[in-house]
C-alpha cells in the first residue's frame, strides 16, 4: 500500500489543522493506521492509531484531548484532526499502515507516508 500524508503547514498556538493520508494499492480497510511525528534530531514519536473499521482509537498523552483520528474507508483515507496546537507539536507527522488493531509501536508498521511539516508559532 501506498501512502501520501497532506495538509502540514504553518498556524499559530491554539489553531487547528487536519492532516490527511490518501491510501492506493491494497486494501485500505485491512489495516490500522496511526500517525507518528517527528522533532528535530529526536527520535520518531507515536501520536495515535486507529483499528482497520475505526471501532477504537488511542493517543499518545501529549495529544489526548486535543487531537482525533477517523478514517474513511470508501474514500481510503486516515485523517488527523489537530486542535489547541502547541509550539511543541511542531514536527513532521508520518503515516503508517500496519497490524489491523491500534498499535503505539512503529516497528509493527510496514508501510509509511513522505511526511507533512506542522509548524506552530506562539
Known amino acids: 500500500v501506498q501512502l501520501q500524508a497532506s495538509g502540514g503547514g504553518l498556524v499559530q498556538a491554539g489553531g487547528s489543522l487536519r492532516l490527511s493520508c490518501a491510501a492506493s494499492?491494497?486494501?485500505?480497510?485491512?489495516?490500522?493506521m496511526a500517525w507518528f511525528r517527528q522533532h528535530p534530531g529526536k527520535e520518531r514519536e507515536f501520536v495515535g492509531c486507529?483499528?482497520?473499521?475505526?471501532?477504537?482509537?488511542n493517543y499518545a498523552d501529549s495529544v489526548k484531548g486535543r487531537f482525533t483520528l477517523s478514517r474513511d474507508n470508501a474514500k481510503n483515507t486516515v485523517y488527523l484532526q489537530m486542535n489547541s496546537l502547541k509550539p511543541e507539536d511542531t514536527a513532521v507527522y508520518y503515516c503508517?499502515?500496519?497490524?489491523?488493531?491500534?498499535?503505539?509501536?512503529?516497528?509493527?508498521?510496514?508501510?509509511w507516508g513522505q511526511g507533512t511539516l506542522v509548524t506552530v508559532s506562539s
Open positions: 486507529i483499528t482497520w473499521v475505526g471501532s477504537s482509537t
Open positions: 503508517a499502515a500496519g497490524p489491523r488493531y491500534c498499535s503505539s509501536n512503529s516497528a509493527s508498521f510496514d508501510y
Open positions: 494499492g491494497r486494501s485500505f480497510s485491512s489495516y490500522g
